[in-house]
């Protein structure tokens, strides 16, 4: 099984807001926890929130925002057992990404096996 986390405007990875991005990763760490102990073997994650599509800042720093938070969550991920997943969203649910050489990309660039 894998848990389906919800992202809103208050759970952005690459929010312009420094205390939302905090917030979005401790989100994905509890959905960690809940994870584990209900035996299940990963969570799906976009970075940014459900139906955003406008960016808030340049995209090289919103990709630099989302490797830094989901390193970070995909790290506790890793002591857990649970895998992260990001998920590609289409264009009118999300702008940063939403083709799989993007989320490919972004898995590179996080370079943790706990993430893919």
């Given at each position: 099984?894998?848990?389906?986390?919800?992202?809103?405007?208050?759970?952005?990875?690459?929010?312009?807001?420094?205390?939302?991005?905090?917030?979005?990763?401790?989100?994905?760490?509890?959905?960690?926890?809940?994870?584990?102990?209900?035996?299940?073997?990963?969570?799906?994650?976009?970075?940014?929130?459900?139906?955003?599509?406008?960016q808030?800042?340049?995209?090289?720093t919103?990709?630099?925002?989302?490797?830094?938070?989901?390193?970070?969550?995909?790290?506790?991920?890793?002591?857990?057992?649970v895998?992260?997943?990001?998920?590609?969203?289409?264009?009118?649910?999300?702008?940063?990404i939403n083709?799989?050489?993007?989320?490919?990309?972004?898995?590179?660039?996080?370079?943790?096996?706990?993430?893919?």
């Amino acid at each position: 099984s894998t848990i389906c986390a919800i992202y809103n405007p208050e759970r952005d990875v690459v929010s312009s807001d420094k205390q939302i991005r905090r917030y979005a990763i401790e989100y994905i760490k509890s959905c960690v926890d809940f994870a584990s102990t209900i035996g299940a073997q990963g969570i799906s994650l976009t970075p940014t929130a459900c139906m955003k599509i406008y960016q808030e800042s340049d995209r090289e720093t919103e990709l630099n925002w989302a490797v830094e938070g989901i390193k970070e969550a995909g790290l506790y991920a890793g002591e857990h057992g649970v895998r992260l997943t990001v998920e590609p969203w289409n264009r009118y649910e999300n702008y940063l990404i939403n083709r799989m050489e993007q989320s490919l990309e972004l898995v590179h660039r996080i370079d943790l096996p706990s993430v893919g």
